[in-house]
């Protein structure tokens, strides 16, 4: 029978593998030409996705510890993030380099004319924030209480970035609204099981 260590090193391979599977795809339509007329743009804008669906994923880890009890998913929550903040590099450097080929006068011209790379910006320093302060020794640099606090800012990251890509998907697209929804759900579900726990809680230590 598999241990709990072969389990975790199972989930911790199909994480790494499905990490990879959309780098590979996105080499293989590079290598294709099948990007369609704007490559640079595609390439951008998968990037980004992707950054977006891993930190979505690593926000859902909690909701789902929450409701079925499984505590060891909180093991794989950091290794997530990591991933969504590789993707999020990865989207930045093709926007500086294929995209703008580092030309900071082109860049802050930007930045002025589509302001949502700003709230793009914002979610992206937050997520290296919280990547630079990932580590063990770093939680035990900061203190437990004061990285929880801090790693709580994921979420603002994660509303700046809904707001990116409300603003970047011009009129009325739904694919943005969906991944708002969801982050609604994953907010106010996370904040419910919480406070469900600790009344839970209060009510047993009444009992005793
Ligand atoms: C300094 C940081 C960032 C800059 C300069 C930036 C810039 C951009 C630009 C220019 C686009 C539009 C692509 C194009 O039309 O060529 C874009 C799209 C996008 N970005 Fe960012 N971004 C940043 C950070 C982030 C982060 C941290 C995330 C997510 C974690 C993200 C997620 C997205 C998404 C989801 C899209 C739209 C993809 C689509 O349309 O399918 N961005 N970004």
Redesign the pocket.
């Known amino acids: 029978m598999a241990t709990n260590q072969q389990f975790y090193w199972a989930v911790k391979f199909l994480i790494w593998l499905l990490a990879a599977l959309p780098i590979a795809w996105l080499s293989w339509s590079i290598l294709q030409k099948t990007l369609g007329p704007n490559p640079?743009?595609a390439i951008?804008?998968?990037l980004?996705?992707w950054?977006?669906v891993f930190?979505w994923i690593t926000l859902a880890v909690t909701p789902l510890r929450l409701i079925t009890g499984l505590g060891q998913l909180i093991r794989f929550r950091r290794l997530l993030g990591l991933f969504?903040f590789f993707?999020?590099v990865l989207?930045?450097f093709s926007?500086l380099t294929i995209?703008q080929f580092f030309d900071w006068v082109a860049i802050w011209e930007?930045l002025l004319k589509?302001n949502y790379?700003m709230f793009?910006?914002f979610?992206?320093i937050i997520?290296t924030i919280l990547a630079a302060t990932s580590t063990t020794t770093m939680i035990k640099r900061l203190g437990a209480g004061n990285w929880n606090r801090l790693h709580k800012s994921i979420y603002i990251?994660a509303i700046l970035?809904t707001i990116?890509?409300i603003m970047?998907?011009k009129g009325f697209q739904l694919e943005p609204f969906v991944y708002a929804a969801v982050l609604l759900l994953l907010l106010t579900s996370r904040f419910k099981l919480k406070h469900r726990r600790s009344r839970k809680r209060k009510f047993l230590s009444l009992k005793k």
Do not use: K, P, V
């Open positions: 640079a743009e951008d804008r998968f980004g996705y950054a977006l930190l969504s993707y999020a989207h930045l926007y995209n930007d589509r790379i793009g910006f979610g992206f997520l990251s970035i990116h890509f970047i998907r």
